[in-house]
Nanobody, 123 residues
Framework: QVQLVESGGGLVQAGGSLRLSCAAS????????MGWFRQDPGKEREFVAA??????YYADSVKGRFTISRDNVNNTLYLQMNGLKPEDTAVYYC??????????????????WGKGTLVTVSS
């Protein structure tokens, strides 16, 4: 089992920045591919970014503005979000999967989820 706890969400003006963190505990964090997803009320959960040991991948909507990174010593996943837009408003979820391709499959490929942290971007 892997437990994931997100933090760092909040209210920010358009153009601002936030850094989300996801603290992982349980099984060996470094052996999992990790990702961030987000969900707006009434919409499906959507992929944001993924990271393995050596690769990263981003949704087109956040490419060039968001950066995913991980600290395998401290078992923490990060999402640096710059140039935030009102359409980035959502609950952001940390996710873990046994493979990089699993994260890229979308929600159906995820083994573990955090409970989410709310990001609100005002215009």
């Amino acid at each position: 089992q892997v437990q994931l706890v997100e933090s760092g969400g909040g209210l920010v003006q358009a153009g601002g920045s936030l850094r989300l963190s996801c603290a992982a505990s349980g099984r060996i964090f470094s052996s999992y591919a990790m990702g961030w997803f987000r969900q707006d009320p009434g919409k499906e959960r959507e992929f944001v970014a993924a990271i393995s040991w050596s690769r990263t991948y981003y949704a087109d909507s956040v490419k060039g503005r968001f950066t995913i990174s991980r600290d395998n010593v401290n078992n923490t996943l990060y999402l640096q979000m710059n140039g935030l837009k009102p359409e980035d408003t959502a609950v952001y979820y940390c996710a873990g999967a046994s493979s990089f391709s699993g994260v890229l499959k979308g929600p159906q490929g995820i083994d573990y989820w955090g409970k989410g942290t709310l990001v609100t971007v005002s215009s």
